[in-house]
């Protein structure tokens, strides 16, 4: 039986449909509106939602802009429109709120997940499943796409900076897939030395290595039919890469100090903040580990690009560590989202996390305040680009030295970065008179 979600302004109709869904053994919450739909939505991973088309009341503007704030709340639940509208997911066209509810809601889930997917079966470790929020086109494009590839076993590899929501979107994809309710494993190929790694993957015989007292199954098996979310994969030592990809040429798993070959059905998702592709051409990488892991690639932008999604965020973290802190800070100051929207968030979403998570701490209204937010979010950059005209030179000195103060002056880093070799980038700094770490800076 699913957990639904009945959105609907209209009160019998809500109660109607709640009732009967219930009667079928449905997990069933309601909300009267989009903002009730999408506070519910934060405690609870709905796997259907029905949207009343009863507009008035409901909050958001329109049908689509209450469609888009849903689908980005919970992307992996199945969206039905019980009212005027017609159905949003393709097998489910035509439904009109005259027809059997309860033939629906089984036809959705059916076709959601080729199976009705039950509840507190779910194994997922880690946290809970979590929305993806953001209503930027970059997000909106993102979400399409991870319903696009749920139903695939093909492999998945998810680019971007540290903190943009790698994981989160490995998760996504698990909860959108006929996987769900089945293992998410989430594993950091950097944090273990690289024997093992391999023991962790595949599983070890008792006696194989010293210290290996028992058997011990690998994580591939252990999330036989559900998903394995390899994190920093570009940190794999070559050796290992080659057992990776004999493991996705054949799906055959041999544990450490065993000869039996065992077989299982496992969805690969990856994620490095890494450009793979340069360190194919480094020799870092094997070539063709990487294409088998990029058949689809997923490439999550900084949260800098894509400001539009700060506010979203903020708030919603607002709500979280109001929540969970039992605190009544319920509003951003307008001056405070401003000097979020205008920082750059080197650590992305994360470092947005951290610093409303602190914001609240220190918060002694009931509105989080400029005062709340680290000073560091005021200080405006020391290279701004100026919105004036100016030459290539220019241009071209603060782009290296803006460069070299994010990599902390690591010349060769930031030759890389540049795509330039470290003595052009030595003659390009005497030219400009550049002579040691920050040494230019105020004559910028
Ligand atoms: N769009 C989003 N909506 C809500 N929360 C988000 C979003 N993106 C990221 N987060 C949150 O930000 C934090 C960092 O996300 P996540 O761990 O997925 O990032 P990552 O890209 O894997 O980072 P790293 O490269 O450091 O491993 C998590 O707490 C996650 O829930
Ligand atoms: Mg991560």
Redesign the pocket.
Known sequence: MARVLIVDGDRSARVRNAEMLRAQGHEVSVATGIAEALERSEHDAFELVLLGGHGEGLGAASEPERVQALRAALPAATLVLTGNGGSLDAPLDALREREPLVATVDEALASAGGRAPRAHEDEDTGSAF?????SSPA?RELLRLVAKVADTDSTVLVT?E???????IGRAIHQASRRRGRVFCAVNSAAFPESLLESELFGHRRGSFTGASAHKKGLFEHADHGTVFL?EVAEMPLSMQAKLLRFLQTGEVRAVGSEAPRYVDVRLVT?T?KDLEREVLAGRFREDLYYRLAVIPIV?PPLRERPEDVPL?AH?FLRRFARKTGKVVDALEPAALELLQGYSWPGN??QL?NTIESGVALCQGSRLSVADLPARLRERPVHAVPDTLQSLETLERTHILRTLERVGWNRKRAAEILEISTTTLWRRLKEFGIEAHGASVGRL
């Open positions: 979590a929305p993806i929020i953001g997000i971007g540290t903190g943009t929501g790698k994981e989160l994190d994620a903040n999550v965020l919603h979403v994360r996390e």
